[in-house]
């Protein structure tokens, strides 16, 4: 059974860097058969898709248009986990952030989401 | 890449059905069979219970379905508990550019 266990601070002052972890068990962040998101939850955004990491022979990395130059996802390999840098942060960032899971193959994705982490409430505010 | 729109609220007595419509364009919900459903508690992570438009994980009740007419999905709730009261949320595809697109969010009461 899979289990994602998300990590970092709550609060965040304007134009710093957002930084979370998320620690993955029953899977390997290295997988030839998985994908690695996060999703933020706010009132004023509803469900956003950030971004996402995974392994094909090389990383790859995707990011959603409204935050790409903004947004760094790296994998750790040695810790098995992956992390969220969102950069020059506004109070408009503040939200719950979640990382979850999409299996796929070598060459596609199975279009869903499973299992999530936990959140993390990150506020930006000085 | 709009968000897909969903009805703010829909309810329910014990029993009854309640169906909740996820309507968003040929760029998503329309162009592929890739609608995902997640049901959210207050305080806790979104939970799959439908994917590929209708198909249900292991684990979820088979009151809980899912299907797809043009460019508007449905989830519905058949034979509503009172553990079905939270926020439903569907999910499409959208292509490679920015490949999920989630809805506005509707939220099931059990009168």
Same mark, same amino acid.
Request: aromatic share 12%; glycine share 8%.
């Given at each position: ?8 601070? @709550? ?6 860097? %957002? ?6 068990? @029953? ?23 950030? @971004?996402?990491?995974?392994?094909? $022979? *090389? ?46 193959? $070598? ?20 | 890449? =709009? ?23 040929? =760029? ?15 305080? *806790?992570?979104?939970? %799959? ?5 209708? *198909? ?8 809980? =379905? @899912? ?6 999905? =449905? ?16 999910? $499409?595809?959208?292509? $490679? ?13 059990? %009168?």
């Amino acid at each position: 059974q899979v289990q994602l266990q998300q990590s970092g601070p @709550g609060l965040v002052k304007p134009s710093q860097t %957002l930084s979370l972890t998320c620690a993955i068990s @029953g899977d390997s962040v290295s997988s030839n058969s998985a994908a690695w998101n996060w999703i933020r939850q706010s009132p004023s955004r509803g469900l956003e898709w950030l @971004g996402r990491t995974y392994y094909r $022979s *090389k990383w790859y990395n995707d990011y959603a248009v409204s935050v790409k130059s903004r947004i760094t996802i790296n994998p750790d390999t040695s810790k098995n986990q992956f992390s969220l840098q969102l950069n020059s942060v506004t109070p408009e960032d503040t939200a719950v952030y979640y990382c979850a899971r999409v299996e796929g193959s $070598s060459s596609w994705f199975k279009n869903w989401f499973d299992p999530w982490g936990q959140g993390t409430l990150v506020t930006v505010s000085s | 890449q =709009s968000a897909l729109t969903q009805p703010r609220s829909v309810s329910g007595s014990p029993g009854q059905s309640v169906t909740i419509s996820c309507t968003g364009t040929s =760029s998503d919900v329309g162009g592929y069979n890739y609608v995902s459903w997640y049901q959210q508690h207050p305080g *806790k992570a979104p939970k %799959l219970m439908i994917y590929d438009v209708s *198909k249900r994980p292991s684990g979820v009740p088979d009151r809980f =379905s @899912g299907s797809k007419s043009g460019n508007t999905a =449905s989830l519905t709730i058949s034979g509503l508990q009172a553990e079905d009261e939270a926020d439903y949320y569907c999910c $499409s595809y959208a292509g $490679s550019y920015t490949p999920y697109v989630f809805g506005t969010g509707t939220k099931v009461t059990v %009168l």
